[in-house]
C-alpha cells in the first residue's frame, strides 16, 4: 500500500486473510506456478513467488491475527504499514492510524507504545525504513528504540541478519550504520566494532580507524552509485570519482551484473562487499605496534579474515557468502601493493590475483578504491589515486573481457594424462604439476596439447618439484 501511495512500481504484495495462510498460499503457487515457502512458521506467514515478463512478484499472505482488519493494523509494526485496501471495495482506503498523512510527512512512528516490546527486529527496520523513505524518525519513536535494544536478544539472528543486509543493498549505507551506532544496535550485533574506535593511525590516514571505516564505507557507496546505479551519476562531477567513472565505465554492465546478482541467497554480492568494508580493518586493533613515531598494522587482513569470518558465521551466511567476504578482507591491501610498484603488473600477478580471489577480485578493486580514498580523504594526490585506478582497470579488463585467456585456460592435458603419459601415481605432485601448468597457460608460455606435455616433461626434470613426494 506505501509503495502504491508514493506512485513506485510495486513488486511486493502482502495480503491479510481470514484462514490458513499456509494453504491460501500453497493453492496461488499451484495455480500461478510460482514457488512457495513458510515465511514465518510461527506467525502463519507464506510466501508466493512469480515471476511476470521478466519482473520478480513477492506475494506474503499473512493470517490476520485480531477480531477486525482494523485491529489487525493497530498491532502492525509503524502507522506507514498499517494501512489497507479491502478487495471488496477496493477504492476505499483503510488506514485507522492515519498511516497515509505520516507518509505524505516521512515521518515513521510506531502504531502503539508496545510495537517495539512485540517484536524488537523492529528497531532495525524502522532504521532502513527511514532512510528508505528520506523520512524521520519521531524522537520518542527513536527513544523506543534505544530502550529496546537490549531486547533484541530475543530475536533470532537471521532475522536481524536479514535486516542488516537489506540496508546494505539499499542507499545511504553510511547513514545508517550511523544511526544503529547512535542507539547502541550497531555494536549490538557486532560487539568487534567497539575495538575500532578512537584506535590511532598514522599518515597518511587523516582518521582513527573508525572513522576511516565509515569513510570507506561511504566512499564504496559513492562509487558504485557512478558506475552502477545511473540516477547518481551527478557524484561523478568530482574530480576523483569523476576519473574513476571514465577509467572504468567500460565494465558498467558486467559490474551490474556482477554486483546485483545473488550466490546463494537474495543477498546481492553489492551487500556483501559492503559486508566486507565493514571489517576490512576489524582486526587493526588486535595488531597494533609502534616504531617510534610509526603505527603499524601488520599481517592486519590475515588477522581481519579470522573475524570477518567468526561474524559471518554467527549471521548464518551461506558458506559461498563466507568465501566471498573472507577473500575480499584477506586481499584488500594488495592493489595498493601492485600500485606502488613503478611497472604494471606482469600477467604471472594478475593471475596469481584471480587465482586467489576468483570473482571477489573485482569486489577487492572497488574496495581498494574506496580505502585509498578514505585513506587521504581531500589529501588524496591523484597520482596515487590514477595508479590504481589503471591496476582496476586493467584486472576488471582482464576478468571480463580475457577471462578464457588469461585468467581460466581450458584444459590441454588432465591429471589422468600426466600420470599415463609420465607413468607417474595419484598424489599431491599431480596436483602441483597441473597447477603450474594453468599458470604457464594463463601467461602465455604454453599455447596447445604439445607444449603443454613439454612443459610437464621440463617440470618433472626440476628436482625440487618432488620435494613434497619424496
Known amino acids: 500500500m506505501r509503495d502504491l501511495l508514493l506512485r513506485r512500481e510495486v513488486h511486493d504484495l502482502d495480503f491479510s486473510i481470514i484462514g490458513n495462510a499456509r494453504i491460501a498460499g500453497k493453492r496461488l503457487a499451484d495455480q500461478m506456478g510460482g514457488g512457495f515457502f513458510l515465511l514465518d512458521d510461527e506467525r502463519n506467514t507464506a510466501r508466493v513467488l512469480l515471476s511476470s515478463g521478466g519482473e520478480k512478484i513477492t506475494i506474503d499472505i499473512a493470517e490476520i491475527r485480531a477480531d477486525s482488519l482494523e485491529n489487525d493494523l493497530r498491532g502492525r509494526d509503524f502507522t506507514i504499514n498499517a494501512m489497507c485496501l479491502d478487495l471488496d471495495a477496493p ?41 528508505s523513505l528520506n523520512a524521520r524518525i519521531l524522537p520518542e519513536t527513536l527513544s523506543k528504540m534505544r530502550q529496546a535494544v537490549p531486547s533484541l536478544h530475543r530475536s533470532a539472528m537471521e532475522r536481524h541478519r536479514d535486516e542488516f543486509f ?53 566512499a564504496l557507496e559513492t562509487l558504485l552509485g557512478i558506475l552502477l546505479d545511473d540516477h547518481r551519476a551527478e557524484q561523478a562531477e568530482n574530480l576523483v570519482f569523476g576519473s574513476a567513472k571514465i577509467k572504468l565505465l567500460a565494465y558498467k554492465q558486467q559490474l551490474r551484473e556482477t554486483l546485483n546478482t545473488p550466490l546463494v541467497s537474495d543477498r546481492p554480492k553489492r551487500a556483501l562487499l559492503m559486508f566486507a568494508a565493514l571489517f576490512h580493518d576489524a582486526a587493526k586493533p588486535h595488531t597494533l605496534s609502534r616504531t617510534d613515531d610509526r603505527i603499524h598494522f601488520f599481517e592486519h587482513e590475515s588477522r581481519g579474515l579470522e573475524i570477518v569470518g567468526e561474524v559471518a558465521r554467527r549471521l548464518t551466511l551461506g558458506q559461498a557468502e563466507i568465501d566471498y567476504i573472507s577473500k575480499i578482507v584477506k586481499n584488500h591491501m594488495r592493489i595498493h601493493t601492485l600500485a606502488s610498484n613503478e611497472a604494471p603488473p606482469s600477467r604471472r600477478a594478475v593471475y596469481r590475483f584471480f587465482r586467489d580471489t576468483g570473482e571477489a577480485g573485482v569486489g577487492v578493486c572497488l574496495l581498494s578504491l574506496a580505502d585509498t580514498r578514505a585513506t587521504y580523504g581531500i589529501h588524496l594526490p591523484m597520482t596515487v589515486w590514477e595508479a590504481e585506478l589503471e591496476i582496476c582497470r586493467l584486472l576488471l579488463d582482464t576478468w571480463y573481457e580475457n577471462y578464457e585467456e588469461r585468467v581460466n585456460p581450458i584444459t590441454l592435458i588432465n591429471g589422468r594424462d600426466v600420470m599415463e603419459i609420465f607413468k607417474l601415481e595419484p598424489g599431491p605432485l599431480i596436483g602441483k604439476i597441473l597447477s603450474a601448468l594453468h599458470e604457464a597457460q594463463a601467461v602465455g ?7 603443454a606435455i613439454s612443459f610437464v616433461r621440463a617440470y618433472l626434470a626440476e628436482p625440487g618439484n618432488w620435494d613434497e613426494e619424496v
Open 91 to 131: 477504492t476505499n482506503l483503510i488506514d485507522p492510524l492515519k498511516g497515509a498523512l505520516d507518509l505524505k510527512e516521512k515521518i515513521i512512528r510506531t502504531c502503539s507504545e508496545t510495537s517495539f516490546e512485540s517484536d524488537p527486529v523492529r528497531v532495525l527496520r524502522a532504521v532502513r525504513m527511514a532512510l
Open 445 to 451: 608460455t604454453v599455447a596447445d596439447r604439445e607444449a
Open 166 to 218: 537489506r540496508m546494505l543493498a539499499a542507499p545511504r549505507v553510511r547513514s545508517a550504520l550511523s544511526l544503529l551506532d547512535s542507539i547502541g544496535v550497531l555494536t549490538f550485533l557486532f560487539p568487534e566494532i567497539t575495538a575500532l574506535k578512537d584506535t590511532p593511525q598514522s599518515e597518511p590516514h587523516i582518521m582513527d580507524v573508525w572513522g576511516h571505516t565509515l569513510a570507506a564505507v561511504e
